[in-house]
């Protein structure tokens, strides 16, 4: 006999937020300034300054609950900016986090989203994949070049 109970839907909004705080957490450890848009900066999740090397970063950051490619354009991807790619993962489960600059990915896009632009019609859904992401896991040391 099959179980029809279904399981509750999570809101993406919270997933995003839980992984723009968690990344911030993680730089306010290590003694960086952060400031949290709060969604008023369409295109930037956070504003990074390094006081050490007086250097300041824009950050996006890109959530999941569990492995998977992250949704998002070639076009969104700004040479500049630093991407958080988080995944959340179980609740007995420590977090991941993969530390990517934006150059990284525009200079080779087709490791990166894999078969999303590989045809003559791009996806409708292009991602970023996970497996490229893996040699940029707890990559914080970006933060202090």
């Given at each position: 006999?099959?179980?029809?109970?279904?399981?509750?839907?999570?809101?993406?909004?919270?997933?995003?937020?839980?992984?723009?705080?968690?990344?911030?957490?993680?730089?306010?450890?290590?003694?960086?300034?952060?400031?949290?848009?709060?969604?008023?900066?369409?295109?930037?999740?956070?504003?990074?300054?390094?006081?050490?090397?007086?250097?300041?970063?824009?950050?996006?950051?890109?959530?999941?609950?569990?492995?998977?490619?992250?949704?998002?354009?070639?076009?969104?991807?700004?040479?500049?900016?630093?991407?958080?790619?988080?995944?959340?993962?179980?609740?007995?489960?420590?977090?991941?986090?993969?530390?990517?600059?934006?150059?990284?990915?525009?200079?080779?896009?087709?490791?990166?989203?894999?078969?999303?632009?590989?045809?003559?019609?791009?996806s409708t859904?292009?991602?970023v994949n996970?497996?490229?992401?893996?040699?940029?896991?707890?990559?914080?040391e970006l933060?202090?070049?």
């Amino acid at each position: 006999m099959t179980d029809n109970v279904r399981r509750p839907h999570i809101d993406g909004q919270l997933t995003g937020m839980a992984g723009e705080f968690l990344v911030a957490g993680k730089l306010f450890k290590r003694r960086m300034q952060v400031s949290v848009t709060m969604g008023n900066a369409k295109a930037i999740d956070l504003f990074v300054h390094n006081p050490r090397t007086d250097r300041t970063f824009n950050v996006q950051v890109k959530t999941l609950r569990s492995k998977n490619c992250f949704l998002m354009r070639r076009e969104s991807i700004k040479p500049g900016h630093v991407y958080v790619f988080v995944l959340l993962n179980q609740d007995d489960q420590d977090e991941q986090f993969f530390i990517v600059p934006g150059e990284s990915i525009r200079r080779d896009i087709n490791r990166f989203f894999g078969s999303s632009y590989a045809g003559e019609t791009p996806s409708t859904m292009p991602a970023v994949n996970y497996g490229p992401l893996k040699e940029f896991e707890d990559n914080w040391e970006l933060f202090e070049k």
